[in-house]
RNA sequence: GGGGAUGUGGUGGAACUGGUAGACACGCUUGGCUUAGAACCAAGUGCCGCAAGGCGUGGGGGUUCGACUCCCUCCAUCCCUACCA
């Protein structure tokens, strides 16, 4: 007697069942180890459809990894200090902490109730002291190693609420909250060197199994570039300014120079100038964002000062302009207008002149490429290849200049004015800091009193003042440190006298990391730089942190990211409750491949319920049994085997190589509707019988990694003598695969005319006599000649009239 | 502005190495079952055309016997742009 498929039952069941095993905590032992890791999230208070995404392609992957007698590692935690919680807590009035805590607690829940197969012996949350206190030790290791140094940097300053805000908190250049204008405001704040790392950063992408687009923005990021420094005398001063140029071959084409607004010329200049002075305070009024200074209208101001170029001697007039980063290089650019685009639209706007220095035969300008010298005195005719040599030699011996490679890459500020963060364990003697001893770490995070709203913690008397008129540093880390080195400290996570242990040298490098495409830079670079520092240090071993990366798509709706500002999140929950987890683990797979960003569609879901009800009706009330066959298959039992067969074959290929996952589903729903009719019927042969319980067994391992909760459930009452679903792979064999026959394509003129079955070990002149006998292909062939024929074995034929 | 991607039926997508464009689904149409509906089952479904056939992978151009796939160019959308995570 068969039952109704009902998802909530058999998944509760099933769930309780891996629970009351353990079945998946993690322990080493003598299989190879798969570390599988998927990006934690932040807990906003319930999952978005992203995180199912992300979550299910990690689950799928483990399972099989599983299937395949790998000893996987799959565990989960909270990415928990952030802005969102401070937001909250203004909106709600509920402590960021509580707030957290209880996101984390139905988010939890909601993970379970999906049933991926989490370690959670060795769960974390980053707002935890026991987490925290290591990442201050990694502050102190990393100080001492010289990598943490304090520097003045700009932030957006609210002059109205007097706080500093993130990016996404300015809008139009106003703050979100008060709507007053913000302003750039310089403070002194804690950087580290992720510089000293750039090349390393940058050499070792070459070695990692990473998709291509994300290496590629990584190493743009980096930016190496070699160019030239040149000095250019500033006149009637004994000082200099230094430009850095990748283009050295255009200076002679050189009309102005331009300093960043915040330079200390600038700074100095507006001190007695009231012109200038108004031109910083408009510049200010650009959030710090790159896009924003980028995007900005290119002003400038003449300062009225001259430079002496190196090599004319004539004076060049020095600009403040405010697409000029002071971050970037030494905060002076040479204005070339002939041959860059921006230096050209600035000339134009306030009239400077324009030199042409370079020919490539080009009419207009600007021109950028590359070409042959020209105005250029005695560099003309060489190439810009030549030049830039000759020009740097001769820099260096005019004591003018040298080469230089130049990063892109800057230094990391760690520095954030916030309350819900970790604090930095710094404490200041007068002005001087020092970072505190290990044995008086943690520097807890103070609560806050009740109904009080947070603050940032320079507001916080008590936190700040020690005795003997020491000042504890009142900002807290960049949240993007907490989730550096959290990938290792997940094998350790149960140990609070180490930061890590034995755990962290076998699981470690993380074997397949799986998260947003919108990390590929920043996350990703911190984490990659974190590992290499940690193990300069000793904690770590290894050059990388995560092996193989694999990029998910975002999860869009009408077209834009799915995001509670924008009002067009669609919640997972009801779906989980009207289908059952099963269905949309498959859903979320079937409909895209990973890497690709998904459109949201409400009416598929029903399909991959539709197609679970179909598996649970073929093999809910059937019983494996052993049949005393022979090896006599008819020529449909044999069709149905090999279709089974390679579809495991490609199944195995899909979710280990390519990733591919809705196209291994395709081909699963592909063999269930292979299946012929009297297969299934009582009255079944036991050859029929044999084939139908082949396809079934193998269909039910294909299915387990995504929809496991039915596949183990069937699987179960289906019974194969001891043996658990997830123990093992099945095997197909390569022999049944192959088929005797194959289809040729005939085209005429690249044009498919005709299709014709033929034996696999016919010749070309065989299937060309074959091919010509066809009467479509006669019709088209006509009395014309044929030129030329191109034969593809085993697949196609085409002959050219 | 810079960097990285993507673009294929009414919809999500497939075509893995230059070799049958549209697999597998959703939706829709027709039929069966049903008093009716839901569910399920069967058939059909890129566009134009009575047909033969022609057209067709964002637009334009090119290479090739053959192009969704390679090259050039233009357009649109998405992600990142160092303080959202």
């Known amino acids: 007697m068969t039952s109704k498929y009902n998802p909530k039952l058999i998944e509760k069941e099933i769930q309780k069942k891996w629970d009351q095993e353990k079945k998946y905590e993690s322990k080493i032992d003598n299989r190879e180890k798969y570390y599988c890791l998927s990006m934690f999230p932040y807990p906003s208070g319930k999952l978005h459809m992203g995180h199912v995404r992300n979550y299910t392609i990690g689950d799928v992957i483990s399972r099989y990894k599983r299937m395949k007698n790998f000893n996987v590692f799959q565990p989960m935690g909270w990415d928990a200090f952030g802005l969102p919680a401070e937001n909250a807590a203004i909106a709600n009035k509920v402590s960021p902490k509580e707030w957290t805590d209880k996101n984390i607690e139905n988010m939890k829940a909601q993970l379970r109730s999906l049933g991926f197969s989490y370690d959670w012996s060795k769960e974390l949350r980053t707002c935890d002291s026991k987490y925290y206190k290591w990442e201050q030790l990694i502050f102190k290791k990393f100080y001492d190693a010289g990598l943490v140094y304090r520097k003045k940097s700009l932030v957006n300053w609210d002059p109205v609420d007097e706080t500093v805000l993130a990016n996404e908190q300015v809008i139009d250049g106003k703050g ?104 910083l305070n408009k510049c200010k009024e650009i959030k710090a964002a790159e896009a924003d200074i980028a995007k900005a209208e290119k002003l400038g101001i003449d300062t009225n000062i001259k430079v002496i170029h190196p090599f004319t001697k004539e004076k060049i007039a020095l600009w403040i302009g ?24 600035f000339a134009k706007k306030y009239e400077l002149q324009i030199n042409q220095v370079i020919d490539t035969g080009k009419k207009s300008l600007p021109i950028v490429e590359k070409g042959k010298l020209i105005n250029s005195q005695k560099y003309d005719g060489m190439t810009s290849d030549e030049a830039i040599k000759e020009i740097i030699n001769d820099l260096v011996e005019m004591n003018s200049g040298s080469e230089l490679i130049q990063f892109r890459l800057r230094d990391w500020g760690v520095s954030r004015q916030r309350y819900w963060g970790c604090p930095i364990p710094v404490i200041y003697d007068e002005e001087s800091p020092k970072v505190i001893e290990k044995e008086e770490m943690p520097i807890e995070l103070p609560e806050l009193a009740e109904g009080s709203l947070p603050k940032p913690l320079n507001q916080n008397k008590s936190f700040i003042n020690l005795e003997n008129n020491l000042q504890r540093e009142t900002d807290t880390f960049d949240t993007f440190m907490d989730s550096s080195w959290y990938y290792a400290r997940f094998t350790s996570a149960d140990n609070d006298d180490d930061i890590f242990d034995q755990n962290t040298k076998y699981w470690l490098p993380v074997d397949l ?87 949201w569609s409400e009416s598929s879901v029903e399909g991959a319920s539709r197609f679970l009800k179909k598996i649970w009706n073929l093999v809910d009330g059937r019983k494996f049994e052993i049949y005393d066959i022979d090896n006599n298959f008819s020529k449909e039992e044999l069709t149905l085997r090999r279709k089974s067969h390679a579809t495991l074959k490609k199944v195995e290929n899909d979710y280990e190589v390519r990733f591919s996952f809705n196209t291994a589903i395709a081909a699963i729903m592909e063999l269930i509707n292979s299946i012929p009719e009297d297969f299934k019927s009582e009255n079944a042969s036991d050859y029929q019988k044999f084939c139908l319980n082949e396809t079934i067994i193998f269909t039910l391992k294909m299915l387990f990694p995504i929809s496991p909760h039915i596949s183990e459930y069937l699987w179960n009452n289906f019974k194969v003598e001891g043996s658990d679903i997830e123990s093992s792979w099945p095997e197909f064999k390569a022999t049944l695969i192959e088929a005797e026959e194959f289809e040729l394509i005939i085209q005429v003129n690249g044009k498919v005319r005709g299709k014709i079955n033929l034996n696999k070990n016919s010749t070309q002149d065989m299937a060309e006599q074959a091919a010509l006998t066809v009467e479509n292909v006669k019709n088209f062939i006509g009395p014309s000649e044929i030129k030329k024929t191109i034969y593809v074995k085993e697949k196609l034929i085409n002959f050219v009239i």
């Not at 990748?246 to 012109?275: C, M, W, Y």
């Not at 590929?520 to 193989?548: N, Q, V």
């Open 322 to 345: 405010n697409f000029v980063l002071l971050e970037y290089g030494t905060g002076v650019v040479m204005g070339v207008p002939g041959h860059d685009l921006r230096d050209y639209e």
């Open 176 to 279: 979100w909250r008060s709507g007053a204008q913000i302003e750039i405001k310089e403070i002194d704040q804690w950087f580290i060197k992720i510089t000293k790392y750039a090349d390393e950063l940058l050499n070792s992408l070459d070695d990692l199994d990473w998709p291509e687009n994300v290496k590629l923005m990584q190493k743009n990021w980096i930016g190496k570039s070699k160019g030239a420094e040149i000095k250019y005398k500033i006149e009637n001063s004994d000082d200099c300014l230094i430009a850095f140029s990748t283009r050295p071959d255009t200076i002679f084409g050189v009309s102005f120079l331009a300093i960043a607004p915040n330079h200390p010329i600038a700074i100095q200049l507006s001190n007695k100038n009231k012109e200038i002075k108004e031109f």
């Open 513 to 599: 990391y799986i998260g947003g495409i919108e990390h590929a830079i920043l996350h990703l670079l911190y984490s990659r730089f974190f590992h290499k520092a940690l193990r300069d240090i000793g904690l770590l071993e290894g050059d990388e942190p995560f092996k193989r990366l694999l990029t998910q798509g975002m999860v869009l709706k009408d077209g834009a990211k799915m995001s509670k500002s924008k009002g067009n999140t669609v919640d997972p929950q009801s779906y989980i409750e009207k289908y059952g987890a099963d269905t949309v683990r498959l859903y979320m797979m079937f409909t895209s491949p990973p890497e690709q960003s998904l459109e």
